[in-house]
């Protein structure tokens, strides 16, 4: 996002609090593999609309309420798998 958008993102490059203002919603799960971050997140979005769409660098956005609810519910090291749209995994 920063190097698509560095002057809307840029400032914020250091991190930002997760809540309404934050462009990755109020919650953001972290994917690894093989203990290395994947830079892939599933997290929120301050733009519901663009739910299903291709216009981010390959996370997955969830409603805000729902990564709310999933972020509750998963502990740190459970796998995630994401499958296309075709429901194969992705690599």
């Known amino acids: ?3 698509r ?3 809307r993102y840029g400032p914020v ?3 930002l609090p997760g809540g309404a ?3 990755l919603g109020p919650r953001a799960l972290y ?3 093989d203990g290395r971050d994947t830079l892939y997140r599933l997290h929120g979005t301050t733009e519901p ?3 299903g769409t291709m216009v981010s660098s390959g996370c997955v ?3 805000n309420q729902d990564i709310i609810d999933l972020y509750g519910r998963v502990p740190v090291g ?3 798998v994401v499958l296309t749209a075709g429901g194969s995994a992705a690599s």
């Open 1 to 3: 996002m920063i190097k």
């Open 31 to 33: 994917l690894y593999r």
């Open 21 to 23: 203002g934050n462009p």
């Open 78 to 80: 459970t796998r995630a």
């Open 61 to 63: 956005r969830f409603l």
């Open 13 to 15: 490059a250091g991190g």
């Open 49 to 51: 609309h663009t739910i």
């Open 5 to 7: 958008e560095p002057q």
